[in-house]
């Protein structure tokens, strides 16, 4: 509720303020629903990046001769 000392438009401006603020959140909420799918997506190819070159690095490995 406003303050009864508020002035001519501010309840108006306060208003406008918070539908302002809401689209901002929305807006914001679906740009970090698409960044968190993402970063899902560049989780998995690391995990498959490191899937591949471990088992390079182990046919590496068994290739050396033995000390």
Known sequence: MLETWAGP???EALAQTIRST??????IKGRMTKIE?????LE???????????VLLREILDRLPSK
């Not at 809401?22 to 807006?27: A, E």
């Not at 799918?37 to 997506?41: L, Y």
């Not at 998995?44 to 471990?54: F, L, P, S």
Request: glycine share 8%; net charge neutral; hydrophobic share 30%.
């Open 22 to 27: 809401r689209t901002d959140v929305t807006d």
């Open 44 to 54: 998995r190819m690391v995990t498959v990046i490191q899937q591949e070159h471990g």
């Open 37 to 41: 799918s993402r970063m899902t997506s």
């Open 9 to 11: 438009g501010q309840a």
